[in-house]
């Protein structure tokens, strides 16, 4: 019997669809797509995804119920972590198998191979899939060579198309019936590029109709398509080397290609509330915004095809009045574009450099990098602690739906240049979330707003040399010792504070106390002296008086490890649970994370255990701990958990869908929190009073039943 295999029209359909359809095809399926993306499949779509999922994603779920409404015995859903060595994609691409199990009930088996560059050849994991289809390792071999030969076609034949209706017809049917004579993209007349990721630009229900809209008008479209890979790599490259994202470096190529081929104006396509997006697409416009007029159209489920005509006619009408104006200029985007650097070294006469460094706040962890840099020979500016001021600063600069850690941090980084700041460090390192990508983007509007600085991600053990050269390796490990033993002496009395503001005699008493021993910790300059701190401050909590016998509510604490972290980011939700006489139990921290980060650690192959059931693979950031600590938290008996993360965090959200079904099978209560500049301490209070009372109506039934 012909098995049925079924394949979303929609996301990377778009871009591997001939790959894939002849890899089944030669293993003897039966390959049935999705139908073009009508209302009702949108519709159903967001019915069954998560409310902070992008548009994209909301679109994908709607295919895979109109492929199950087509009877198909199995849904090919591939889990792409990468694609390029040393580059990743969006994290929705790492949990979308996950997200569609966890999000639509009774599924068909789902085909998934698991693409990662990084860690194998991708033969292997299309291998495995193919297994589960025959057992001819002959057939599945052959049915991979005569796919990837389909896809080197299709690459080929892709850099020849010259209208959107040829990329079109190439990505449907594998060939172009060539009608179009155009040697050269651009043509006279008005030239618009559409760029944005081709699950966007291509799909004219998500996208309402833009491409036939511009081609009515007489515009000529141009898509990131239209020009090889490898051009627009080597154009993002010659502008910024800091772009990981694969598909994110061909859109920001792409749009400085277009640039410098002489196009009239560019239309970026952005899905709400797309995470990758909110950060290259931001500077990509920084690049080209005095080169070219730009038209940045951000689509959702809401948008209206009225809204969308008017902003493309005036567009095409300000291009037309400009090029009747001026002659357009091309504008080259050569090596060295980035600002002198300043020298790291410069001595003063007291031995420190002269140089001022700053950091984003996260949490009480700034005496920690404070001591780690002043005893380096620099002079530390330690922002203020963060405000409503912080908040506005870093909104008013930044992308309009970038995630809420970045305008804080920005917030932060603003106030360090004004106390004087010459080098700013952010830690982060490369991977799916778009935390280690501040860098790049963070650095260009902070050069727009005028100000001289060295930016630097801090993130091994050889930036320490880059900060200052003349600094030994021995004096490295020293100072590196000093800073993690008041990074763990800083994380264990957070510990005694949540414990013991719970039951405290004295409201306010344990915090107060926490707050001398920050001084306290923050003035030791060895080892020695942060243990004796320690030593003091452990016997001053034994004295705090609890009141006997009383056994507070217990809540665990997961999420996105800033928001986590960070207080003001999340309104002091530990603070007022803890006014609540409610129990915080936190595994997440910054010195557990640095372990990981070492490989010092196995927690997190743990965590990826733990939480098989529900997230098969690792979805990126901290989701899977998530997942698998809130199981923990079930099984230690605690009596609830609270989910805190940055609007559409896309990990997070990811683990939100398993979240819901971990509450279900273990019968553990959780809350769910989105923090972003509209959060209210008011809102946030109102709904931790509602689940603290949840939570004791549960226990007191459960002591009734026992």
């Known amino acids: 019997m012909v098995k049925k295999i079924g394949i979303p029209r929609a996301l990377l359909y778009y871009k591997y669809y001939p790959f894939w359809k002849t890899f089944l095809e030669e293993l003897r399926c039966e390959v049935i797509t999705s139908t073009h993306t009508t209302q009702k499949i949108l519709q159903r779509g967001v019915k069954y995804s998560m409310d902070e999922s992008c548009l994209a994603l909301k679109v994908f779920c709607g295919h895979v119920l109109d492929l199950i409404d087509k009877g198909v015995d199995y849904l090919f859903i591939p889990r792409i972590e990468s694609v390029e060595r040393k580059h990743f994609v969006c994290t929705k691409f790492l949990g979308l198998p996950d997200i569609v199990r966890n999000s639509i009930k009774k599924t068909p088996p789902i085909l998934s191979p698991n693409i990662d560059f990084n860690r194998r050849f991708p033969y292997q994991s299309m291998f495995s899939a193919g297994w589960r289809l025959t057992k001819n390792p002959f057939r599945i071999h052959t049915a991979y060579w005569r796919a990837r030969k389909k896809e080197q076609n299709f690459e080929r034949t892709l850099k020849t198309a010259t209208s959107v209706s040829e990329v079109m017809e190439l990505i449907e049917t594998g060939q172009i019936r060539k009608v179009n004579t155009q040697t050269h993209p651009v043509s006279k007349g008005v030239n618009i590029a559409v760029i944005g990721h081709p699950y966007n630009v291509y799909d004219d229900l998500v996208n309402l109709g833009i491409i036939k809209k511009l081609e009515k008008k007489g515009v000529n479209v141009l898509t990131q398509e239209m020009v090889p890979q490898e051009v627009s790599f080597r154009a993002a490259s010659r502008v910024s080397k800091d772009i990981y994202w694969t598909y994110q470096k061909e859109i920001f190529g792409a749009s400085l290609h277009f640039v410098e081929k002489g196009v009239d104006g560019i239309i970026f396509i952005i899905s709400f509330p797309c995470g990758p997006d909110s950060l290259t697409i931001e500077y990509a416009?920084?690049?080209?915004?005095?080169?070219?007029?730009?038209?940045?159209?951000?689509?959702?489920?809401?948008?209206?095809?009225?809204?969308?005509?008017?902003?493309?006619?005036?567009?095409?009408?300000?291009?037309?009045?400009?090029?009747?104006?001026?002659?357009?200029?091309?504008?080259?985007?050569?090596?060295?574009?980035?600002?002198?650097?300043p020298h790291l070294t410069q001595q003063t006469g007291n031995g420190k450099s002269g140089l001022k460094i700053t950091f984003p706040h996260m949490g009480d962890?700034?005496?920690?990098?404070?001591?780690?840099?002043?005893?380096?020979?620099?002079?530390?500016?330690?922002?203020?602690?963060?405000?409503?001021?912080?908040?506005?600063?870093?909104?008013?600069?930044?992308?309009?739906?970038?995630?809420?850690?970045?305008?804080?941090?920005?917030?932060?980084?603003?106030?360090?240049?004004?106390?004087?700041?010459?080098?700013?460090?952010?830690?982060?390192?490369?991977?799916?979330?778009?935390?280690?990508?501040?860098?790049?983007?963070?650095?260009?509007?902070?050069?727009?707003?005028?100000?001289?600085?060295?930016?630097?991600?801090?993130?091994?053990?050889?930036?320490?040399?880059?900060?200052?050269?003349?600094?030994?390796?021995?004096?490295?490990?020293?100072?590196?010792?000093?800073?993690?033993?008041?990074?763990?002496?800083?994380?264990?009395?957070?510990?005694?504070?949540?414990?013991?503001?719970?039951?405290?005699?004295?409201?306010?008493?344990?915090?107060?106390?926490?707050?001398?021993?920050?001084?306290?910790?923050?003035?030791?300059?060895?080892?020695?002296?942060?243990?004796?701190?320690?030593?003091?401050?452990?016997?001053?909590?034994?004295q705090i008086k609890t009141v006997p016998g009383f056994r507070p509510i217990k809540v665990g604490i997961i999420g996105e490890i800033y928001i986590v972290i960070e207080p003001y980011s999340n309104l002091d939700i530990e603070k007022e649970l803890g006014q609540m006489r409610v129990e915080v139990v936190r595994p997440l921290c910054l010195g557990q994370t640095v372990k990981e980060m070492?490989?010092?650690?196995?927690?997190?192959?743990?965590?990826?255990?733990?939480?098989?059931?529900?997230?098969?693979?690792?979805?990126?950031?901290?989701?899977?701990?998530?997942?698998?600590?809130?199981?923990?938290?079930?099984?230690?008996?605690?009596?609830?958990?609270?989910?805190?993360?940055?609007?559409?965090?896309?990990?997070?959200?990811?683990?939100?869908?398993?979240?819901?079904?971990?509450?279900?099978?273990?019968?553990?209560?959780?809350?769910?929190?989105?923090?972003?500049?509209?959060?209210?301490?008011?809102?946030?209070?109102?709904?931790?009073?509602?689940?603290?009372?949840?939570?004791?109506?549960k226990r007191e039934r459960k002591c009734i039943l026992a």
């Open 365 to 542: 962890y700034y005496v920690c990098f404070k001591s780690l840099f002043e005893t380096l020979g620099h002079e530390v500016v330690v922002p203020p602690p963060i405000t409503k001021r912080t908040i506005e600063l870093g909104c008013k600069h930044s992308p309009e739906f970038v995630c809420f850690p970045f305008k804080i941090t920005l917030g932060c980084l603003i106030e360090g240049l004004e106390q004087g700041a010459d080098i700013l460090l952010q830690s982060g390192s490369k991977g799916s979330c778009r935390y280690g990508e501040y860098k790049p983007v963070q650095e260009q509007i902070l050069k727009d707003l005028g100000y001289k600085f060295r930016f630097m991600r801090f993130s091994s053990f050889g930036d320490f040399k880059a900060i200052n050269k003349n600094v030994t390796n021995l004096q490295i490990l020293q100072r590196i010792r000093i800073a993690w033993a008041k990074l763990r002496a800083i994380e264990k009395f957070e510990s005694e504070v949540w414990r013991l503001s719970a039951c405290e005699v004295n409201i306010g008493e344990t915090r107060r106390l926490y707050q001398k021993f920050l001084n306290s910790c923050d003035q030791a300059n060895t080892k020695d002296q942060v243990k004796r701190v320690e030593k003091e401050y452990s016997e001053r909590f034994n």
């Open 285 to 341: 416009i920084r690049q080209i915004k005095n080169s070219v007029p730009i038209l940045s159209l951000v689509i959702d489920e809401h948008q209206t095809d009225t809204g969308i005509m008017t902003r493309l006619e005036s567009f095409i009408d300000l291009i037309k009045m400009g090029k009747e104006k001026t002659t357009p200029v091309r504008k080259n985007f050569s090596d060295g574009a980035s600002l002198p650097v």
């Open 598 to 697: 070492l490989c010092l650690s196995l927690k997190k192959t743990t965590f990826q255990r733990i939480s098989r059931s529900y997230l098969q693979y690792n979805s990126g950031a901290h989701a899977n701990a998530s997942v698998a600590e809130t199981i923990i938290f079930a099984h230690e008996g605690l009596d609830g958990a609270i989910h805190i993360k940055p609007h559409a965090c896309m990990p997070e959200v990811t683990a939100m869908g398993a979240l819901h079904r971990v509450s279900k099978d273990y019968n553990i209560p959780i809350l769910f929190f989105s923090f972003d500049e509209n959060a209210t301490s008011v809102g946030v209070r109102t709904r931790l009073e509602a689940f603290v009372e949840l939570l004791k109506r």
